[in-house]
């Protein structure tokens, strides 16, 4: 069999593995029969260090997430661009940034973008995505969780929050006035109403 055949039949060996893996675990999690949602705050703790699902995001499950999502999710990161209304003035923080192709694919052009995740796996892929901007000083990577972000109030011009948790009440504190928000979520993942 030619190298190129295996290396494929390997890529879609593992992405059918762990698209069928997050869903047995979604389906044992919820329960097959009331399919409720995750509280608040798992949807805070899920997916950080030690969490259920910690291993979606961080491991060798992560390294192919990593690449995976950027592939994938390409088209939902223009709706994202679209709707958020992108200006090359903005300063935005994308909350669980992942491998940061959203920032460096739809903000290239924005003022300074600040990428926020708690998987090292996907900071490390972000870094690489973003090299040239951090040597510049308008992009930065952090290491950290939405439901507290480690910001100070009205740093940014706008944000989003692609696939991944976002507390309302943070969002718009490190958000300036007239700043937008943008997501894009499974309707499962309960997001709390602002306070
Ligand atoms: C499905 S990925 C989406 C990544 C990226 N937004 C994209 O669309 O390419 C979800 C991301 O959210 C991050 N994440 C999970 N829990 C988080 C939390 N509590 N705070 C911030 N980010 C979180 C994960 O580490 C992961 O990188």
């Not at 890529?11 to 029969?33: C, E, H, M, S």
């Not at 200006?87 to 669980?96: F, N, R, S, V």
């Not at 507290?148 to 948790?165: K, N, Q, R, V």
Request: glycine share 10%; net charge positive.
């Amino acid at each position: 069999m030619r190298r190129r055949t295996m290396v494929a039949l390997v890529v879609a060996g593992v992405a059918t593995a762990v698209t069928v893996g997050a869903l047995a675990r979604r389906w044992i999690w919820y329960g097959a029969k009331t399919s409720t949602p995750p509280d608040e705050d798992a949807a805070f703790t899920a997916f950080a260090p030690g969490g259920q699902a910690s291993f979606f995001v961080n491991g060798p499950v992560g390294r192919v997430m990593a690449k995976l999502m950027p592939i994938v999710e390409r088209g939902v990161y223009q709706n994202v661009a679209e709707m958020l209304d992108v200006q090359p003035d903005d300063e935005m923080l994308d909350i669980g940034c992942g491998p940061g192709a959203f920032l460096a694919t739809k903000a290239r052009d924005v003022q300074r973008v600040v990428g926020l995740d708690p998987s090292p796996v996907m900071l490390h892929e972000a870094e690489r995505r973003l090299a040239g901007r951090i040597a510049a000083g308008t992009a930065a990577l952090v290491s950290g969780n939405a439901a507290a972000l480690p910001f100070g109030d009205d740093e940014f011009s706008a944000a989003t929050a692609i696939f991944a948790p976002a507390k309302p009440s943070e969002v718009f504190r490190v958000l300036r006035p007239g700043g937008r928000f943008a997501r894009a979520g499974a309707s499962s993942w309960r997001t709390p109403t602002p306070e």
